[in-house]
């Protein structure tokens, strides 16, 4: 049980994070660990109020190093406020306890060790 009440429109939360936080660096393990917990809550809170109908789920946003990604645009506040808000719309009722990159492919620049 949930010590939260049933909503009839259900409810989002969306938390965000930087791009490449939870992916890990040597010279800051800190905030791998603080990125990976966030996570790791955000995914527990959503299973604690998925009957309740609200979705929880985690945005990893614009890289905090100043990288681009691979995208020729950077992206902006205003692109990870529109993926927050998509997350947030009813219509995305079904996604719940994910993570979503918004970050132009930076994330996966360190599969490719760059």
Same mark, same amino acid.
């Given at each position: 049980?949930?010590?939260?009440?049933?909503?009839?429109?259900?409810?989002?939360?969306?938390?965000?994070?930087?791009?490449?936080?939870? %992916?890990?660096?040597?010279?800051?393990?800190?905030?791998?660990?603080?990125?990976?917990?966030?996570?790791?809550?955000?995914?527990?809170?959503?299973?604690?109020?998925?009957?309740?109908?609200?979705?929880?789920?985690?945005?990893?946003?614009?890289?905090?190093?100043?990288?681009?990604?691979? %995208?020729?645009?950077?992206?902006? %506040?205003?692109?990870?406020?529109?993926?927050?808000?998509?997350?947030?719309?009813?219509?995305?009722?079904?996604?719940?306890?994910?993570?979503?990159?918004?970050?132009?492919?930076?994330? %996966?620049?360190?599969?490719?060790?760059?």
């Amino acid at each position: 049980r949930t010590p939260f009440p049933a909503r009839d429109d259900g409810g989002a939360a969306v938390v965000v994070i930087g791009s490449r936080d939870q %992916l890990g660096r040597a010279e800051d393990p800190h905030r791998a660990a603080l990125a990976g917990a966030v996570f790791a809550a955000a995914r527990s809170i959503a299973l604690a109020l998925a009957p309740s109908g609200v979705t929880v789920n985690v945005v990893a946003g614009v890289p905090t190093d100043g990288r681009r990604g691979l %995208l020729p645009d950077a992206p902006t %506040l205003a692109d990870v406020a529109g993926a927050v808000a998509f997350l947030a719309d009813p219509r995305s009722r079904y996604i719940t306890g994910q993570l979503l990159f918004c970050d132009a492919g930076d994330a %996966l620049l360190s599969s490719m060790s760059v």
